[in-house]
């Protein structure tokens, strides 16, 4: 079964930290990698796709995708209140899987 | 351009009570998700159509949920008799095809069995 596992957390650091969230995956069938973010209440929105091994930046936003070692990860630099949420990794073989999540806190 | 629209927003029923709950995709995206969010867990696909047809429903309890996109733009899900397990977020996304990499979602149905 193609599972993604996201089995750190919940997260807190300090305002201006880097935050740094992992997510691994079973099958190694998948091309496509993203990152969700969701707000208490609200519904999950895209934040960064990785389809290639190595990084992708995109503002404070870093995606990491190591395929040999089947994981993906989601760094955020200089870390502000407003990136408390849950972070969603979701990988698509025939169909677009979810992980758990995981709840980020940062403290002001 | 118009995002994904779904409703209602939220719905308490009785558990033995059907429920049905509406979704319009993003104009022009030919594939459409059924997602349920149960609270602390990541978002279950449930079906999934490209226009009026069905590409996977391995996870939807087909006995007692159901879902349809008739002209392949609205879509509904139905859910006859509900549990109380059913409680959850219901969220409704859809992208340009099945192959394509970004979904964009609803703000979801929240569904409260009692």
Known sequence: ?108 | EAGVAQSPRYKIIEKRQSVAFWCNPISGHATLYWYQQILGQGPKLLIQFQNNGVVDDSQLPKDRFSAERLKGVDSTLKIQPAKLEDSAVYLCASSRNVGDTEAFFGQGTRLTVV
């Open chain 1, 1 to 108: 079964q193609k599972e993604v596992e996201q089995n750190s957390g919940p997260l807190s650091v300090p305002e201006g930290a880097i935050a740094s969230l992992n997510c691994t995956y079973s099958d190694r069938g998948s091309q496509s990698f993203f990152w969700y973010r969701q707000y208490s209440g609200k519904s999950p929105e895209l934040i960064m796709s990785i389809y290639s091994n190595g990084d992708k930046e995109d503002g404070r936003f870093t995606a990491q995708l190591n395929k040999a070692s089947q994981y993906v990860s989601l760094l955020i630099r200089d870390s502000q209140p407003s990136d408390s949420a849950t972070y969603l990794c979701a990988v698509r073989w025939s169909k677009l899987t979810f992980g758990k999540g995981i709840t980020l806190s940062v403290r002001p």
